[in-house]
C-alpha cells in the first residue's frame, strides 16, 4: 500500500484499489495520531495522509470514476452471498482530502464488481506480487525507512513492537534462561514441553472450590472458597516447600537445626520428622514414614476422582498405551492393589529402588537427583505430564498456558483499560471455571498444599521441641529417633479421615 502511494498527487483525485480490508483500517486508525508513534510503516503512513491533507482544498474538478460512485454508491457498495454468508465483494474503505480507498474482493468470477477494468487492474498487480515473489531476496533491512523521530535499536535492528513489551519480553527471555540454569528451582522451566502447562497460571488458583469430598484436606482457616495461587508460584517457580528450603530461607532456623544436629552426630538436612533421610519436598510428599498416613490418603482420594473423571478401563488403556514409549519402573504389588489407577501413570506412586537412585546425594544436595526426574515423577511438585492432563481434559484443550498481558493502562488512556479489562473477560471465558477445564488438577493441588501445611507445622513443633530440650538437659541429652513425630501422629492422622 505505501509503494502504491508514492504514485499519489497531492491535491488531486486518487483511487488507491486493494484486496485486505486490513489496510483500509490501518488507514483508518492512523488518524489518530498518538497510537502508532512506535511503528515505522503507520508513522509514514500518517506522513503521507497529512501530506495530502495539507495539499487538498476542495476544489478540484472531479474525475468520471468519482462521479460514478456518487450516482451509484449501490454499485461501489455491496455484499453478496457466497457459501451462506454475506460477503463483501466491494466497499468504499476510506475517503480523505481527494484519497478514495476502493477494497474489494479478490479472485472474482462472472460480474466482476464494481468494473472490470478495476478487478483486471488489480489482478495485474496480484501477477506481479507472484513474479517477484521468485526472485532472489533482496538485502536485509535493518533500519526501515521513515518512522518516527527517535526509536530503540537492538542488534542493529529497529524495534516496532512498542517499547514496554519490548523491554518485558526481553526481561522474560533473560528470566527464563536464568531460572532453566537452576538445578533445582529451575525443573519446570527445563520440563515444560512434557508438562501440561494450559492450567498452570497463577490467577487460575485464586478461587478454587473444594468439594465435601475432600474437606479432609482443609485447612483450620479455609473457607469453602480458597486462594491456592501463592502455593502454587511457590512449587513451579522455587523448591516449592520442605525441610531443605526452610533452612535455605530461615537463617534462624539454620543455626538451630545446626547446633542440633551437631549434638545428635547427623547431617543437618536430615528430615526432622523422621530422621530418615533428607527433608526434601520429594521425602515429605512421597516417602517420609510420619506423613505417610496423610499421603496415603491423599492417593485414596485422587484414585477416587480420576474414576469420576474417566473410566477404569479408559484410564489403564491410555496409560498402557503411554507408558509404550517410556521407561517406567514397576510399582510394588500392594501399590497396585490400592491405587491401581496411580499406578498405572506413575502419579504419585512411588518404587524403592527409582526413590534410592533419586535421593543418593540428597543429604549433601538434591540437584542430582532433581536432574534425574522424569515429568511422570513431578506429581508432588502439584503439575500433570502432558499426556494425562490432555487425555483428563480431552482433545479441546490446548497444551500451552494462554498467558494475559500485565496491566499498565491509566485512567487517562481509558481505550487501554477497556482493552485490559476486555482482555481479561476472554482469560475467563476460556480459561474459568477450571473444574471443567481439567477437575483433577485444583484438587491435586490442594492436597499438596495440605501435606506441605502439615509438614511446616510438624517442622516449627519439632524445632521448638528440640530448642526446649537443648535449652533445659545437659550434655547428654539425645532424643529418641522419631520421637517427635510419633507425638504427632496421632492428631495428624485424626485430621486427614
Same mark, same amino acid.
Given at each position: 500500500?505505501?509503494?502504491?502511494?508514492?504514485?499519489?498527487?497531492?491535491?488531486?483525485?486518487?483511487?488507491?484499489?486493494?484486496?485486505?480490508?486490513?489496510?483500509?483500517?490501518?488507514?483508518?486508525?492512523?488518524?489518530?495520531?498518538?497510537?502508532?508513534?512506535?511503528?515505522?510503516?503507520?508513522?509514514?503512513?500518517?506522513?503521507?495522509?497529512?501530506?495530502?491533507?495539507?495539499?487538498?482544498?476542495?476544489?478540484?474538478?472531479?474525475?468520471?470514476?468519482?462521479?460514478?460512485?456518487?450516482?451509484?454508491?449501490?454499485?461501489?457498495?455491496?455484499?453478496?452471498?457466497?457459501?451462506?454468508?454475506?460477503?463483501?465483494?466491494?466497499?468504499?474503505?476510506?475517503?480523505?482530502?481527494?484519497?478514495?480507498?476502493?477494497?474489494?474482493?479478490?479472485?472474482?468470477?462472472?460480474?466482476?464488481?464494481?468494473?472490470?477494468?478495476?478487478? $483486471?487492474?488489480?489482478?495485474?498487480?496480484?501477477?506481479?506480487?507472484?513474479?517477484? #515473489?521468485? #526472485?532472489?531476496?533482496?538485502?536485509?533491512?535493518?533500519?526501515?525507512?521513515?518512522?518516527?523521530?527517535? =526509536?530503540?535499536?537492538?542488534?542493529?535492528?529497529?524495534?516496532?513492537?512498542?517499547?514496554?513489551?519490548?523491554?518485558? $519480553?526481553?526481561?522474560?527471555?533473560?528470566?527464563?534462561?536464568?531460572?532453566?540454569?537452576?538445578?533445582?528451582?529451575?525443573?519446570?522451566?527445563?520440563?515444560?514441553?512434557?508438562?501440561?502447562?494450559?492450567?498452570?497460571?497463577?490467577?487460575?488458583?485464586?478461587?478454587?472450590?473444594?468439594?465435601?469430598?475432600?474437606?479432609?484436606?482443609?485447612?483450620?482457616?479455609?473457607?469453602?472458597?480458597?486462594?491456592?495461587?501463592?502455593?502454587? =508460584?511457590?512449587?513451579?517457580? /522455587?523448591?516449592?516447600?520442605?525441610?531443605?528450603? #526452610?533452612?535455605?530461607?530461615?537463617?534462624?532456623?539454620?543455626?538451630?537445626?545446626?547446633?542440633?544436629?551437631?549434638?545428635?552426630?547427623?547431617?543437618?538436612?536430615?528430615?526432622?520428622?523422621?530422621?530418615?533421610?533428607?527433608?526434601?519436598?520429594?521425602?515429605?510428599?512421597?516417602?517420609?514414614?510420619?506423613?505417610?498416613?496423610?499421603?496415603?490418603?491423599?492417593?485414596?482420594?485422587?484414585?477416587?476422582?480420576?474414576?469420576?473423571?474417566?473410566?477404569?478401563?479408559?484410564?489403564?488403556?491410555?496409560?498402557?498405551?503411554?507408558?509404550?514409549?517410556?521407561?517406567?519402573?514397576?510399582?510394588?504389588?500392594?501399590?497396585?492393589?490400592?491405587?491401581?489407577?496411580?499406578?498405572?501413570?506413575?502419579?504419585?506412586?512411588?518404587?524403592?529402588?527409582?526413590?534410592? =537412585?533419586?535421593?543418593?546425594?540428597?543429604?549433601?544436595?538434591?540437584?542430582?537427583?532433581?536432574?534425574?526426574?522424569?515429568?511422570?515423577?513431578?506429581?508432588?511438585?502439584?503439575?500433570?505430564?502432558?499426556?494425562?492432563?490432555?487425555?483428563?481434559?480431552?482433545?479441546?484443550?490446548?497444551?500451552?498456558?494462554?498467558?494475559?498481558?500485565?496491566?499498565?493502562?491509566?485512567?487517562?488512556?481509558?481505550?487501554?483499560?477497556?482493552?485490559?479489562?476486555?482482555?481479561?473477560?476472554?482469560?475467563?471465558?476460556?480459561?474459568?471455571?477450571?473444574?471443567?477445564?481439567?477437575?483433577?488438577?485444583? $484438587?491435586?493441588?490442594?492436597?499438596?498444599?495440605?501435606?506441605?501445611?502439615?509438614?511446616?507445622?510438624?517442622?516449627?513443633?519439632?524445632?521448638?521441641?528440640?530448642?526446649?530440650? =537443648?535449652? #533445659?538437659?545437659?550434655?547428654?541429652?539425645?532424643?529418641?529417633?522419631? /520421637?517427635?513425630?510419633?507425638?504427632?501422629?496421632?492428631?495428624?492422622?485424626?485430621?486427614?479421615?
Amino acid at each position: 500500500m505505501l509503494n502504491a502511494l508514492r504514485w499519489r498527487r497531492p491535491g488531486q483525485w486518487n483511487m488507491l484499489v486493494c484486496d485486505r480490508s486490513a489496510l483500509f483500517s490501518a488507514m483508518l486508525r492512523s488518524q489518530q495520531a498518538h497510537k502508532w508513534t512506535c511503528h515505522p510503516l503507520e508513522s509514514r503512513l500518517q506522513v503521507v495522509l497529512r501530506q495530502l491533507q495539507a495539499a487538498w482544498d476542495g476544489t478540484t474538478p472531479k474525475p468520471s470514476w468519482r462521479l460514478d460512485m456518487e450516482a451509484h454508491p449501490d454499485r461501489w457498495n455491496l455484499r453478496r452471498d457466497l457459501d451462506g454468508s454475506l460477503v463483501w465483494m466491494v466497499r468504499l474503505g476510506f475517503e480523505r482530502h481527494g484519497l478514495v480507498g476502493v477494497d474489494i474482493k479478490s479472485h472474482q468470477h462472472g460480474d466482476l464488481l464494481p468494473h472490470p477494468v478495476v478487478v $483486471k487492474g488489480n489482478e495485474q498487480q496480484d501477477m506481479g506480487c507472484r513474479n517477484a #515473489q521468485r #526472485q532472489p531476496l533482496p538485502e536485509n533491512i535493518r533500519l526501515p525507512s521513515g518512522g518516527p523521530f527517535a =526509536f530503540i535499536a537492538r542488534e542493529g535492528r529497529m524495534l516496532t513492537a512498542p517499547a514496554r513489551d519490548t523491554v518485558r $519480553k526481553i526481561l522474560r527471555d533473560q528470566a527464563a534462561r536464568q531460572w532453566k540454569q537452576r538445578r533445582v528451582q529451575g525443573k519446570i522451566a527445563r520440563e515444560g514441553t512434557d508438562l501440561f502447562c494450559a492450567v498452570l497460571h497463577p490467577r487460575l488458583y485464586t478461587a478454587v472450590p473444594i468439594p465435601t469430598r475432600w474437606q479432609t484436606l482443609a485447612l483450620p482457616q479455609d473457607g469453602e472458597v480458597v486462594d491456592i495461587s501463592g502455593f502454587q =508460584f511457590r512449587c513451579l517457580r /522455587a523448591v516449592g516447600g520442605g525441610w531443605t528450603e #526452610q533452612l535455605h530461607s530461615d537463617p534462624e532456623l539454620l543455626r538451630l537445626a545446626e547446633e542440633e544436629a551437631r549434638r545428635q552426630g547427623r547431617p543437618v538436612r536430615t528430615c526432622p520428622l523422621c530422621l530418615a533421610a533428607a527433608g526434601t519436598p520429594r521425602h515429605v510428599a512421597l516417602n517420609c514414614a510420619a506423613m505417610r498416613p496423610l499421603v496415603n490418603h491423599v492417593r485414596d482420594l485422587l484414585e477416587a476422582e480420576l474414576l469420576l473423571l474417566r473410566s477404569s478401563s479408559e484410564l489403564l488403556r491410555e496409560a498402557a498405551r503411554w507408558s509404550q514409549a517410556r521407561v517406567v519402573e514397576t510399582p510394588s504389588g500392594a501399590d497396585r492393589a490400592t491405587w491401581p489407577h496411580l499406578c498405572a501413570w506413575r502419579c504419585l506412586i512411588t518404587t524403592p529402588e527409582r526413590e534410592a =537412585f533419586l535421593s543418593q546425594n540428597d543429604l549433601i544436595s538434591s540437584s542430582t537427583g532433581v536432574d534425574q526426574e522424569r515429568s511422570e515423577e513431578l506429581a508432588y511438585r502439584g503439575v500433570l505430564p502432558l499426556a494425562l492432563g490432555r487425555f483428563l481434559c480431552g482433545s479441546g484443550v490446548a497444551a500451552g498456558a494462554d498467558d494475559v498481558e500485565e496491566e499498565h493502562a491509566v485512567l487517562r488512556r481509558m481505550e487501554a483499560v477497556m482493552a485490559e479489562a476486555e482482555a481479561r473477560r476472554d482469560f475467563r471465558r476460556r480459561k474459568l471455571p477450571l473444574d471443567q477445564k481439567c477437575p483433577l488438577q485444583p $484438587k491435586k493441588d490442594a492436597a499438596v498444599r495440605r501435606v506441605r501445611q502439615e509438614e511446616e507445622r510438624g517442622q516449627i513443633y519439632v524445632g521448638s521441641v528440640a530448642v526446649q530440650a =537443648f535449652l #533445659q538437659a545437659d550434655d547428654k541429652f539425645s532424643p529418641a529417633p522419631g /520421637a517427635a513425630a510419633s507425638q504427632r501422629k496421632t492428631w495428624r492422622v485424626q485430621g486427614a479421615v
